[in-house]
């Protein structure tokens, strides 16, 4: 069976990867929004260790038991970050470096090294590096949207909150809201959707599926909710046409496809947005010295 | 000082309960730096409420402190004579401006609502009783009319009165204001003062964070003077005084002109 030339399996794909686009795009806007951009980039550098980890410790190779373990390996990264930051006095972006430096570094080491020591069957793992979806199958895409689906719907319920939260913390909490529970529920969610975007976009490109949608939807809109929807059909579109274009030219990954199609969707935006955009400042500043 | 406020039906709005607020040997620390030592003040009435001190004399840090912002390395503060925690939706709350994002995308009205957040507690939205809370309180502040534009589209005064309106909108009996007037122009000033001034009229109590001498003088009942340490507290009139303001602003140069110009209008209220 096909659609639009398409086999069935990468149009099943299509759809997974498309939930993980616009849900990396709706939980990124709420890190980008806090400020905490980077966040996303030191939880996905460290994932590789899990995606490792999780195939020595199980001998398994299906994609749940590998993202669990990138999940967890996610959570322990930001742990490391939040130490390193507390522990030894390093600056916010120096801690983040270090802790991307360092388990990325070691996640590589990992995956480059198992085939060296006898794990011949763990062909595969370095396709995290750089996202594959061509091996992805319809469970796994499965999989992929129900994660998306739920990290969606968490945002819904806590869209007051988070709102709350990002605009001002200070306010917040001094009227009552638990901030740090808060922040946790959305760089929890920001390495979800980290791992959720693993498989198709790779641990190095990931966080540009989390910042570059939210960025360019800002230009369009001056709105919270309207900035949520439109960064998450933005990432939604860079996916697919990152899933499709990879299908259609076997020998392509996938990850810098969906990046340069997010990068490009930013670029028409910083150039063409109303009020915000390039164009519309310049025809500004044109009237105002007229 | 007058009592004339209306009886809210609630402990402490009167002298005779416990005290609105009490600060109790507060010290507060960043790091090892101690930025406030040994603060004992008690306000027990509605009024108008000035700190005052030199910049860096940690008024700001009070404040925060009170509302549990900073960790407090000693003392106790505690509001209506019980714990902030037990009181939260009866302490309102305005921060500096400068400590928000105003590029952030919200507009008027979404920033006032949040005023309501703390009694709705999780997961519920704003509904019809807190739009029309949040637009009776762009009402009072004279930004009706703008209450659909975006944050960022707005001068610094009008910024200044969202924050207003927002604590507004979290209808409390006390409020904390931290350097409202600061980088505020005239006609926002008089707005914010006219407002503050009304809250008092009802018997709430409304303690403002401020740095300008001269307009000390003119609009608080009660101040006091911090420099680290408390320095004095009392009626506006007996604590600006020459004497105190040479010990709170001791060493601080630059304010000595402010300060003559102070003592020089010092009683000449409206």
Request: negative net charge; aromatic residues 6%; contains cysteine.
């Given at each position: 069976?096909?659609?639009?030339?398409?086999?069935?399996?990468?149009?099943?794909?299509?759809?997974?990867?498309?939930?993980?686009?616009?849900?990396?795009?709706?939980?990124?806007?709420?890190?980008?929004?806090?400020?905490?951009?980077?966040?996303?980039?030191?939880?996905?550098?460290?994932t590789l260790v899990g995606v490792a980890g999780a195939f020595l410790a199980t001998g398994r190779r299906d994609l749940a038991t590998l993202l669990v373990g990138a999940l967890a390996a996610a959570v322990a990264g930001l742990a490391a970050l939040l130490l390193v930051r507390r522990f030894t006095r390093t600056r916010d972006d120096a801690a983040t470096a270090i802790v991307i430096g360092v388990s990325f570094g070691l996640g590589i080491a990992l995956v480059s090294g198992l085939p060296a020591w006898g794990y011949a069957d763990s062909a595969g793992l370095e396709q995290f590096l750089l996202g594959h979806t061509a091996a992805l199958t319809a469970a796994d895409a499965v999989l992929l949207t129900g994660v998306a689906?739920?990290?969606?719907?968490?945002?819904?319920?806590?869209?007051?909150?988070?709102?709350?939260?990002?605009?001002?913390?200070?306010?917040?909490?001094?009227?009552?809201?638990?901030?740090?529970?808060?922040?946790?529920?959305?760089?929890?969610?920001?390495a979800v959707m980290v791992v959720a975007g693993l498989p198709a976009v790779g641990a190095v490109l990931v966080t540009a599926l989390v910042v570059i949608p939210p960025v360019a939807a800002r230009a369009w809109t001056d709105r919270m909710g309207t900035m949520l929807l439109l960064a998450g059909m933005m990432g939604l579109v860079a996916a697919v046409v990152g899933v499709v274009v990879s299908a259609a030219w076997p020998g392509l990954a996938t990850g810098p496809l969906v990046v340069l199609a997010a990068a490009a969707i930013f670029g028409i935006s910083f150039v063409a947005a109303p009020e915000r955009g390039w164009i519309a400042r310049r025809l500004r500043s044109v009237t105002r010295n007229a | 000082m007058s009592h004339a406020g209306v009886d809210r039906?609630?402990?402490?709005?009167?002298?005779?309960?416990?005290?609105?607020?009490?600060?109790?040997?507060?010290?507060?620390?960043?790091?090892?730096?101690?930025?406030?030592?040994?603060?004992?003040?008690?306000?027990d009435a509605a009024c108008l409420f000035g700190i005052i001190g030199p910049n860096g004399a940690g008024k700001s840090t009070l404040l925060k402190a009170a509302l549990g912002l900073v960790p407090m390395v000693g003392g106790s503060v505690r509001f209506f004579g019980r714990p902030l925690r037990e009181v939260r939706s009866r302490v309102g709350y305005v921060p500096q401006r400068e400590t928000v994002d105003w590029d952030f995308p919200v507009n008027v009205m979404d920033v006032v609502l949040m005023g309501t957040y703390g009694r709705l507690g999780w997961f519920r939205r704003p509904g019809i009783r807190e739009r029309q809370l949040a637009r009776d309180s762009l009402d009072r502040v004279g930004l009706a009319d703008l209450a659909g534009r975006q944050i960022g589209r707005l001068s610094g005064g009008q910024q200044q009165r969202v924050f207003l309106a927002r604590a507004l909108a979290q209808q409390a009996?006390?409020?904390?204001?931290?350097?409202?007037?600061?980088?505020?122009?005239?006609?926002?000033?008089?707005?914010?003062?006219?407002?503050?001034?009304?809250?008092?009229?009802e018997g709430r109590l409304v303690v403002v964070v401020h740095h300008d001498l001269r307009t000390a003088a003119e609009w608080f009942d009660r101040v006091a003077?911090?420099?680290?340490?408390?320095?004095?507290?009392?009626?506006?009139?007996?604590?600006?005084?020459?004497?105190?303001?040479?010990r709170t602003y001791a060493g601080h140069i630059d304010v000595l002109e402010e300060l003559g110009r102070a003592v020089a209008t010092r009683g000449r209220t409206p």
């Open positions: 069976m096909t659609f639009a030339g398409l086999p069935y399996n990468t149009l099943v794909v299509a759809v997974g990867v498309a939930a993980v686009g616009f849900a990396a795009g709706v939980v990124g806007s709420l890190c980008v929004l806090r400020k905490r951009s980077l966040v996303g980039d030191a939880a996905a550098h460290a689906c739920v990290a969606t719907i968490v945002v819904s319920l806590l869209f007051k909150e988070a709102t709350l939260v990002a605009f001002d913390a200070a306010f917040a909490a001094a009227t009552g809201w638990p901030v740090l529970v808060i922040d946790a529920v959305i760089v929890g969610l920001v | 039906g609630q402990e402490g709005s009167r002298a005779g309960g416990p005290p609105l607020v009490e600060f109790h040997d507060v010290t507060v620390a960043y790091g090892r730096r101690p930025v406030i030592w040994n603060v004992d003040l008690e306000i009996d006390v409020y904390l204001l931290d350097e409202p007037m600061a980088g505020v122009d005239m006609r926002s000033q008089e707005q914010i003062f006219r407002v503050l001034a009304e809250l008092k009229a003077l911090v420099d680290m340490r408390l320095v004095a507290a009392g009626p506006t009139a007996v604590v600006l005084t020459p004497e105190n303001l040479q």
